[in-house]
């Protein structure tokens, strides 16, 4: 347990910052569950448009640090050819 004044804000903060981290992953899993469920079903316009939300989202979470950039790039690099593939 945290004794000085300043480990106990430290303590509090990092309470607050993992809250939102946790929230900004879930945001990101949900957009990506989202572009992986319309692959499955083999909707071409559906898997278009859920990448078309996804990719912006994948971004900012990378530029949020809660993925590492060359991740994130990967992800949806990989995404976008299976859309493609999908549609050709």
Request: no cysteine.
């Amino acid at each position: 347990m945290a004794n000085t004044s300043s480990a106990k804000k430290a303590t509090r903060k990092i309470a607050r910052r993992t809250a939102v981290g946790r929230n900004r992953r879930g945001r990101l899993r949900a957009f990506v569950r989202r572009v992986e469920e319309a692959l499955a079903t083999g909707d071409k316009d559906k898997a278009a448009e859920a990448l078309k939300f996804a990719e912006p989202e994948i971004m900012r979470a990378a530029s949020k640090g809660i993925i590492p950039k060359n991740a994130a790039s990967r992800k949806v690099s990989r995404l976008t050819a299976r859309v493609r593939v999908l549609n050709a």
